[in-house]
Nanobody, 128 residues
């Protein structure tokens, strides 16, 4: 089992930045090979893919709507995956979730069915 806890959300003005963290416990990133994805869910909408990173950090993927503004990274020694979010827009407002990707799943076409463990999310609100 893997327990994931997201943090770093909050209220920010448009154009601002936030860094989200996803901390693992139980079966940790330092002990097991686990690719990780970030998703988000706005009120009344489906959970959508944001970004993903391979276990070693060598492969990263982004949804078009965050490409160039968001950066995913990880520190396996700290059992943490990060999502640096810059140039935030009101449409980025959502609950952000991290999740462990199913083994063998391609990272360039993730959807929420490809995640085996989810955190409980952290709320990001971007005001205009």
């Amino acid at each position: 089992q893997v327990q994931l806890v997201e943090s770093g959300g909050g209220l920010v003005q448009a154009g601002g930045s936030l860094r989200l963290s996803c901390a693992a416990s139980g079966r940790t990133f330092s002990d097991y090979v686990m690719d990780v994805g970030w998703f988000r869910q706005a009120p009344g909408k489906e959970r959508e893919f944001v970004a993903a990173i391979s276990w070693g950090g060598g492969r990263t993927y982004y949804a078009d709507y965050v490409k160039g503004r968001f950066t995913i990274s990880r520190d396996n020694a700290k059992n943490t995956v990060y999502l640096q979010m810059n140039s935030l827009k009101p449409e980025d407002t959502a609950v952000y979730y991290c999740g462990v990707v199913k083994a063998g799943q391609a990272l360039n076409s993730l959807n929420y069915n490809d995640i085996v463990y989810w955190g409980k999310g952290t709320l990001v609100t971007v005001s205009s």
